[in-house]
């Protein structure tokens, strides 16, 4: 189905039926593309901490309120918990992660629906501007506060500081999942992404073909659905997006699931393990558009990995710091890796939303 075609269904739900959540889960495609049902029998994600660098996460939405922690807000002034958003994006992306679902099996389902999100509110208006710094101040935050995982549904231009809060959450054994990056504002491989280490995601569409809007590169190491995906928003609506930060999103929910099922295993393990399980697309082994493969959760949960040191198929070793150069830490812009026409649901609303901020 077409953007345009799923956004009539959304109004038409809406028009029909109040209660338009209760039908919110059958057009969440990549649940059954991915096979989310079969792995959530293995695993939910049970005691993974998920931090989420981004706008923050409302926690009024139903399928949210009891997958939330409070986090902390950054910037001047900036007093929250991270329980609130403005923009929408991070509880887009907080939906994806770990939304509970509603008691009568409609609403938003999660990858992960027994983690917790841990919100950082890192950006709070759409100028994107300078904001590199306080990316890394939440990155910081939640390895210190006991994030086992990431998530970076974002490109900055490249920045020390960033760099910096990157390779303390590598060495604290925690997992980095970020996005490539969306076209046309990025042909290669983002910041950061690009760095060592860090599980670099791309997407793919319905069909499981690469997604025209993902970046490619060397550095992509595994692809996820990044196509009219359907996320909570605020005030208890949901939305369409398309973009390499569903991907991320959804890749990081998988990266609960298996934390949660290997507890021994260290960050750069797990990152080996998804990477060796996903399912090989386009030229075989490794490449540019899919990285190793399409994320594979159940094979992820279930297969018989050789470790990291016997195998090529892994992120890497967390870097060095000072390995890859990087700018001076100046005004650096943002870009939330969602864009196109974003469709709400919970009355007749249609509205277009823009998250591809532009980058310096």
Same mark, same amino acid.
């Not at 992306?93 to 917790?116: D, H, S, Y």
């Not at 910081?140 to 900055?156: E, F, L, R, S, Y």
């Not at 590169?217 to 995906?229: I, K, N």
């Given at each position: 189905?077409?953007?345009?075609?799923?956004?009539?269904?959304?109004?038409?739900?809406a028009?029909?039926?109040?209660?338009a959540?209760?039908?919110?889960?059958?057009?969440?495609?990549?649940?059954?593309?991915?096979?989310?049902p079969?792995?959530?029998?293995?695993?939910?994600?049970?005691?993974?901490?998920?931090?989420?660098?981004?706008?923050?996460v409302?926690?009024k939405?139903?399928?949210?309120?009891?997958?939330v922690?409070?986090?902390?807000?950054?910037?001047?002034?900036?007093?929250?918990?991270?329980?609130?958003?403005?923009?929408?994006?991070?509880?887009?992306?907080?939906?994806?992660?770990?939304g509970?679902?509603?008691?009568?099996?409609?609403?938003?389902?999660?990858?992960?629906?027994?983690?917790?999100?841990?919100?950082?509110?890192?950006?709070?208006?759409?100028?994107?501007?300078?904001?590199?710094?306080?990316?890394?101040?939440?990155?910081?935050?939640?390895v210190?506060h006991?994030?086992?995982?990431?998530?970076?549904?974002a490109?900055?231009g490249?920045?020390?500081?960033?760099?910096?809060?990157?390779?303390?959450?590598?060495?604290?054994?925690?997992?980095? @999942?970020?996005?490539? +990056?969306n076209?046309?504002d *990025?042909?290669? #491989? %983002?910041?950061?992404?690009? $760095?060592? =280490?860090? !599980?670099?995601?791309g997407?793919?569409?319905?069909?499981?073909?690469?997604?025209?809007?993902?970046?490619?590169?060397?550095?992509?190491?595994?692809?996820?659905?990044?196509?009219?995906?359907?996320?909570?928003?605020?005030?208890?609506?949901?939305?369409?997006?398309?973009g390499?930060?569903?991907?991320?999103?959804?890749?990081?929910?998988?990266?609960?699931?298996?934390?949660?099922?290997?507890?021994?295993?260290?960050?750069?393990e797990?990152?080996?393990?998804?990477?060796?399980?996903?399912?090989?697309?386009?030229?075989?082994?490794?490449?540019?558009e899919?990285?190793?493969?399409?994320?594979?959760?159940?094979?992820?949960?279930?297969?018989?990995?050789?470790?990291?040191?016997?195998?090529p198929?892994?992120?890497?070793?967390?870097?060095?710091?000072?390995?890859?150069? @990087?700018?001076?830490? +100046?005004?650096?812009?943002? *870009?939330?890796? #969602? %864009?196109?026409?974003?469709v $709400?649901? =919970?009355? !007749?609303?249609?509205?277009?939303?823009r998250?591809?901020?532009?980058?310096?």
């Amino acid at each position: 189905m077409s953007a345009t075609a799923l956004a009539i269904v959304l109004a038409v739900m809406a028009a029909a039926c109040p209660a338009a959540a209760d039908n919110i889960r059958d057009l969440q495609w990549h649940l059954a593309a991915l096979s989310i049902p079969e792995a959530q029998k293995i695993s939910q994600g049970e005691g993974v901490m998920v931090g989420l660098p981004d706008t923050g996460v409302d926690v009024k939405h139903a399928e949210l309120t009891e997958a939330v922690l409070p986090g902390k807000g950054f910037g001047e002034g900036n007093d929250t918990d991270g329980m609130v958003d403005f923009l929408g994006h991070g509880t887009a992306m907080a939906g994806l992660i770990a939304g509970r679902g509603l008691p009568n099996g409609g609403g938003v389902l999660g990858v992960a629906p027994k983690a917790m999100i841990l919100p950082l509110q890192t950006l709070r208006n759409d100028d994107g501007h300078g904001v590199a710094a306080l990316l890394a101040e939440g990155i910081n935050w939640a390895v210190d506060h006991g994030a086992k995982v990431i998530c970076v549904a974002a490109v900055t231009g490249e920045d020390s500081q960033v760099q910096a809060a990157v390779d303390h959450a590598l060495r604290s054994d925690v997992v980095v @999942v970020a996005g490539v +990056g969306n076209t046309p504002d *990025a042909t290669t #491989v %983002g910041f950061p992404a690009k $760095l060592p =280490g860090v !599980l670099a995601v791309g997407g793919t569409d319905r069909n499981g073909d690469h997604a025209s809007i993902s970046a490619t590169g060397p550095e992509m190491l595994v692809a996820a659905p990044a196509v009219d995906v359907v996320s909570t928003r605020p005030f208890g609506k949901y939305a369409l997006g398309t973009g390499t930060s569903d991907a991320t999103a959804i890749v990081a929910g998988v990266v609960a699931l298996v934390r949660a099922r290997f507890p021994g295993l260290s960050g750069v393990e797990v990152v080996h393990r998804i990477t060796a399980t996903a399912t090989d697309k386009g030229k075989p082994g490794r490449d540019d558009e899919y990285g190793f493969g399409i994320v594979n959760p159940v094979a992820a949960l279930t297969a018989d990995v050789p470790s990291a040191a016997a195998s090529p198929s892994t992120g890497g070793s967390p870097p060095l710091a000072g390995t890859q150069p @990087v700018g001076d830490g +100046g005004a650096v812009r943002v *870009a939330l890796l #969602v %864009g196109g026409v974003v469709v $709400l649901v =919970g009355g !007749l609303v249609i509205a277009v939303w823009r998250w591809r901020l532009p980058r310096d």
